[in-house]
């Protein structure tokens, strides 16, 4: 994980409240885990692969049924350097029905100016491997379409001083 990011990641954990259980979507460990920050909460780590802080192998945005118990259930979604290695239109609506009535979510990716680079933490990409920088005005667009009952309350998504990465942080809580 990138200073920057880290450091953002800890600033947002020390601004607000937070409660569980936590969600970690692409949680295999590479140069550092939030989980050092909310692991005192009842916390899930999901990704593709197997690896360190993995608890879970599954795709989220085609999440098998056996983890149909996951829909509104966390109140912390953290999601760190993942963005640019999928399709950010596809991952961030399969985030919403994981969400309890009120849930935070956390975002790190890759903003305009990063370089690519392998999902595992290589400089160069694989063959066949998808990546994407992501602008803030399209992450800001895909945070603030939650579905019903699901309203955004709160959304800022900034960058770091290069426009190196991307960084969200969101309140959702369910209509009234």
């Known amino acids: 994980m990138h200073t920057d990011a880290w450091q953002f990641l800890t600033s947002t954990h020390a601004a607000h409240e937070w409660s569980g259980p936590v969600l970690e979507v692409g949680s295999i460990d590479i140069n550092g ?4 920050l909310w692991g005192n909460f009842e916390y899930t780590g999901v990704d593709i692969v ?4 993995v608890d879970i192998i ?4 085609t999440l098998d049924p056996q ?5 509104g259930k966390f109140h912390t979604i953290i999601c760190t350097e993942v ?28 903003g305009p100016t990063r370089s690519s680079h392998s999902a595992d933490g290589a400089p160069t990409l694989k063959a066949g491997e998808y990546y994407a920088n992501v602008s803030p005005d399209a992450l800001l667009s895909l945070l603030m379409a939650p579905p019903a009952p699901l309203v955004c309350v709160t959304a800022a998504v900034t960058t770091n001083a290069d426009s190196s990465d991307v960084y969200a942080y969101c309140v959702y809580e369910v209509r009234v």
Not at 58 to 61: E, G, K
Not at 67 to 71: K, V
């Open 50 to 53: 197997l690896g360190p802080n």
């Open 33 to 36: 885990s939030p989980r050092t």
């Open 83 to 110: 963005l640019e290695h999928t399709e950010p239109h596809l991952l961030v609506p399969a985030l919403f029905p994981l969400m309890a009535p009120h849930c935070q979510l956390v975002i790190t990716c890759a």
């Open 67 to 71: 983890y149909d118990y996951f829909r």
């Open 58 to 61: 599954t795709d989220i945005r």
